[in-house]
């Protein structure tokens, strides 16, 4: 079994940062390939980052250079590092185990003056 558990969102202006954090439950972590989508109102989710075993990283076009998705299997957790936000990075971001098909409940990150 397995939960996910987001925090790190909320409210910056753009060109402000922000890092998420994803904590993880369960044995199969450390095994699993692990991402971050989001999806904004209106919008289909989308996927933002992903880093798979040891630690190969993919990224969306539009999120390159600005965000940095990284993992820690001792504490069983994923990041996301997001610097120069803008405008259209408001979303909710939603942490996803792909080993065991798993979503967490998301965070708002909000990007506005």
């Known amino acids: 079994q397995v939960q996910l558990v987001e925090s790190g969102g909320g409210l910056v202006q753009p060109g402000g940062s922000l890092r998420l954090s994803c904590a993880a439950s369960?044995?199969?972590?450390?095994?699993?390939?692990m991402g971050w989508f989001r999806q904004a109102p209106g919008k289909e989710r989308e996927l933002v980052a992903r880093?798979?075993?040891?630690?190969?990283?993919n990224y969306a076009d539009s999120v390159k250079g600005r965000f940095t998705i990284s993992r820690d299997n001792a504490k069983k957790t994923v990041y996301l590092q997001m610097n120069s936000l803008k405008p259209e990075d408001t979303a909710v971001y939603y942490c996803?185990?792909?080993?065991?098909?798993?979503w967490g409940q998301g965070t708002q990150v909000t990007v506005s003056s």
């Open positions: 996803y185990h792909y080993l065991r098909d798993y």
């Open positions: 369960g044995s199969s972590f450390s095994i699993s390939a």
């Open positions: 880093i798979s075993l040891p630690s190969i990283t």
